[in-house]
């Protein structure tokens, strides 16, 4: 088998808006380099990277998936990402061990809100990055005006290297501005091309476009600069060190046509990786954390062997495999190496590159490469494997909050255990995917980035695990609280049957706090007339009747009560008795203290296109919601508010709908506030409604 060391490796990541061609292109490129014999498609459902039953019948990527193949006698490594915004996860993983991130635009729709948002996920990542601008082969496609869309709104570093010579559904010519060529593609979807001398008529643009590329490379380098000004022009190897030195730094980002369906120009965008494109090398170090200090560890092959676990994928077709990048040394089979996390040791089992589902064994690999291993134990995504001798832990992909929640009800009794492995373990494969048990609210609540990414988790779940689930909309966590001074609620529990009885007497003042000042007790008995002894008790009752609530159950939040008198027996007196009596003068109290229900609002960030501000901030208002204000990011505008979390239920579902797929959101906690009186009542009705029904 070939052997790829660091310098001969380049790891791309392809990313993009939902239909934006990722796909496709990953196929084109699989098959231009002989990897695959023949071109699938993503509508007939036979492409390499989209093998799982749910992509197929979909039509789009759920996961991430993970190819390879040799250009130039580099191995090339391809993630390819989903551009569904449930998925967005499986973006944040690949992005992780990428050493480019490739942006794949539309030639018509240009950048849409999902090519900005991955765009700001690879501006974070702190990666080089590429723009292929797919479907030149449409019509109505314009390859420039999406050029001038990315250096106005993504970054004034992108630099035209390659261009279309007829775009258009007749689109088979390329002016490669790296060699001054013109690249001519054969018809059938081949990829091959012959390379011929520009045409006389076309010199003057493609010579004009040339010295803006190199007038680019000149300006990202001082010393090309002041070469450049000295002799007017680049050298050949120049510009290639240039480039290179450019893309590296994150100074250019090289901007490339190509018509993936009918395989026009990937051929062209492969020998721009392989010539220009960094290898993990030149990357050279990465960042890492030993014995709590940050530390550099350098991407060499000699070192002492460690990787890191970006993925986790468990299917019945192939298995549970973690994806990994070797950061340091050697990976091959039969490794013992330590997970920092979980302080535990494991033995690599079988090494493996992938296509997709398909798999090949290889005996090692060296610091850079990508592969995967099977059936490790205890290590999931996100994890690091290290020798003891190194001892590094790297640092964790950060995934984005849930912005979509449900509760789960189970089908059959006795699941409980089934549904929280399974949840558990889905979670180890997706950590964007989270559950946990509310015992406020006495339900099982999982969270996502959005209802298709549930749905199919609830899917999981049941083909996995063989439980099923139906998905329901969450209870509220409410909060109680009062308004008004209850300046004396008093209880007396007496209670006498034959034998020792039960009394307990309290006086209590109930007030309210601030908001967020939470419970206070204040114990101001003189004279002995409760005994010091039954204080914990009068206390204990109190908290008790806080989590459980007085007008519909909820918790209650932000009052101050302060014991100032009561009366014991020396005999029947207890612990119980007064702790009865405490959660009975609270209810009485509380319900003369002006009590009313709070709700939780979250602040809530929407990004849409600007045609859609009238309709999005109209459904912002009738979901009792409050605009904070507008803000722009390029073409698109960015709209804050408040909104009430009973009002968000499914939201992200309906933004796409009105939006035609094209509006993002996020949200997080602000705070609690009163509920409007008519919705205060429906609530406390329904909560009795329930109770009686219990």
Known sequence: ?????????????????????????????????????????????????DFKPDEIERQISISAALMHCDW????????????????????????????????????????????????????????????LINKCDNERSNFFEVFNQVKSSLTLNAVVVQYPVNQGINFDTVIDLLKMKQLVYERGGN????????????????????????????????????KYFENGSLSAEEIQQGIQKGILKGSLVPVIPCGATANVNIAGFLDVVA????????????????????????????????????????????????????????????????????????????????????????????????????????????????????????????????????????????DEDKIANGFHTLHEED?????????????????????????????????????????????IPYRETIKGVCADSEYKHKKQSGGRGQYGHVHLKIEPRKRGEGFEFDDSIVGGVVPGRFIPAVEKGLND????????????????????????HTVDSDEISFKIAAAQAF?????????????????????IPEEYMGDVMGDISSRRGKILGMDSSGKYQIIKALVPLAELFKYSTH?????????????ALSHYEEVPKEIEAKIIAAAEKEKEEA
């Open 1 to 49: 088998m070939k052997e790829y060391k660091s310098k001969n490796i380049r790891n791309i990541t392809l990313i993009g808006h939902g239909g934006s061609g990722k796909t496709s292109i990953t196929e084109s490129i699989l098959f231009a380099s002989g990897e695959i014999t023949r071109l699938g498609k993503v509508e007939d459902g036979n492409t390499t990277s």
């Open 72 to 131: 130039q006698n580099n191995k090339i490594n391809i993630i390819d990402t989903p551009g569904y915004a449930d998925f967005i996860g499986e973006v944040k993983c690949g992005l992780r061990v990428a050493d480019c991130a490739v942006l794949v635009l539309k030639a018509v729709e240009g950048i849409e809100v999902g090519s900005d948002i991955v765009w700001k996920f690879a501006d974070d990542a702190s990666i080089p990055k590429s723009i």
């Open 191 to 226: 990829g091959k091309y012959k390379i011929e001398d520009i045409p006389a008529d076309k010199k003057a643009e493609a010579e004009k476009l040339f010295n803006e590329m190199v007038e680019m490379i000149a300006e990202s380098d001082e010393g090309l600069m002041n």
């Open 275 to 414: 010539e220009y494109f960094p290898s993990p090398a030149e990357r050279n170090k990465i960042k890492a954390f030993k014995n709590g200090s940050e530390v550099d560890v350098e991407i060499n092959e000699e070192n002492d062997p460690a990787l890191f676990v970006f993925k986790t994928l468990s299917e019945s077709a192939i298995g549970e495999l973690s994806f990994f990048k070797v950061y340091s040394g050697t990976i091959q089979h039969g490794l013992d190496l330590h997970n920092p996390k979980t302080n535990k040791f494991e033995r690599t089992s079988q090494i493996y590159v992938l296509n997709g589902k398909h798999r090949k064994e290889v005996p090692h690999l060296f610091a850079g490469d990508l592969g995967a291993v099977v059936r490790l134990k205890d290590t999931h995504t996100n994890n690091t494997l290290v020798s003891k001798s190194l001892g590094v832990k790297f640092n964790e992909i950060e995934f984005p909050n849930p912005i979509i929640q449900f509760a789960v009800k189970s089908r059959a009794q006795g």
């Open 431 to 475: 950590p964007t995917f989270k559950m946990h048990f509310d015992p406020e609210l006495s339900q099982t609540i999982i969270t996502g980035q959005g209802e298709l990414h549930l749905n199919l988790a609830a899917k999981k779940l049941k083909d996995k695990f063989g439980v099923e689930v139906d998905l329901i909309e969450p209870k």
């Open 545 to 568: 009747i806080l989590l459980k609530g007085v007008l519909a159950g909820y918790k209650v939040v932000d009052v101050k009560v302060t014991l100032f008198d009561g009366t014991y």
């Open 587 to 607: 209810k009485k109290g509380f319900l003369e203290a002006k009590p009313c229900l709070l709700e939780p609002i979250q602040e809530v960030k929407i990004t």
């Open 655 to 667: 933004l796409r709908s009105m939006t035609q797929g094209r509006g993002l959101y996020e949200m």
